[in-house]
């Protein structure tokens, strides 16, 4: 088994190799780099079909939202006839509650690749001579820890990483807000027995908890890709830049139609 995986990294890792050759005339020394970028942008458009029906499935279930919000209401007492009675909604109208993991369940084994092919000192029993090329300043299979032991946050290694947290930190923040307004948007569950929308003194409603606690966290969830480019090796940090770059270009195309707070109610539940 490990002969066949050392078999299959040995092809990818030629596969890597064959792409920054191909660029190598505009790039240059980065031109693995570049090959990385384009790899991932590659696996991007293999998953866009699942992506777009991804967002028809987003689209279905915000329309299934006031349906929600009414099941959410009756069976506000009894959490578990409430979430039967969601998926039987889903199902009765071909509604998939999973379909929209899919696009990123499908894009792990590339980023795994990546980093593994960047963390292995040997490829097919040979030295891994992918180690040794470079984004700029910075080796491909390094990490930030690396680059602020070569000459601090400002150094050469380090800006390349500055530059890549900027990146990840507009995306973070257009995904923050975009996320806030929807969920600025969402109508709060009522309590119990109907009327108004909860307060802090009124009843608990079952659920409710970890629904607040979601709203909280949800917003937020974009910045932790800033944890994993500081740790995971630059070829791999630059698969997650590029690949989140990517979706929340392709997120704000195809929920362009979708009303704001729509799409968080129907994924509430």
């Not at 607040?212 to 966290?217: D, G």
């Not at 994993?228 to 989140?244: E, N, W």
Request: hydrophobic share 50%; aromatic share 8%; glycine share 8%.
């Amino acid at each position: 088994m490990s002969d066949l995986f050392s078999s299959f990294m040995s092809v990818f890792a030629g596969l890597v190799e064959r792409i920054a050759d191909a660029v190598d005339p505009l790039f240059h020394a980065s031109a693995t780099a570049a090959a990385i970028v384009l790899f991932t942008a590659c696996v991007r458009l293999l998953v866009h079909p699942l992506s777009r029906a991804a967002a028809r499935g987003q689209k279905a279930r915000a329309r299934l939202a006031p349906q929600v919000a009414e099941l959410r209401e009756k069976h506000a007492k009894n959490p578990e006839r409430l979430q039967k009675a969601v998926l039987e909604l889903h199902a009765r109208e071909k509604v998939s509650p999973l379909s929209g993991c899919l696009p990123s369940l499908l894009q792990l084994p590339a980023f795994f690749l990546l980093y593994h092919l960047f963390s292995s000192s040997s490829i097919g029993g040979e030295a891994n001579a992918l180690l040794g090329h470079k984004l700029f300043a910075a080796p491909l299979g390094g990490r930030w820890a690396d680059a602020l032991g070569e000459g601090g946050v400002f150094g050469a290694q380090g800006l390349v990483y500055l530059a890549l947290f900027a990146v990840v930190a507009a995306v973070a923040t257009f995904n923050y807000r975009r996320t806030k307004r929807q969920l600025a948007a969402t109508p709060q569950p009522r309590a119990a027995g109907g009327g108004a929308p909860r307060r802090s003194g009124d009843p608990q409603v079952p659920g409710m908890g970890a629904m607040s606690a979601m709203t909280k966290v949800m917003p937020l969830m974009s910045f932790m890709t800033l944890i994993t480019v500081a740790v995971v090796p630059l070829a791999a940090a630059l698969y997650v830049v590029t690949s989140t770059t990517w979706s929340a270009v392709e997120r704000a195309f195809l929920y362009r139609d979708v009303p704001v707070g729509a799409g968080a109610l129907a994924t509430a539940v």
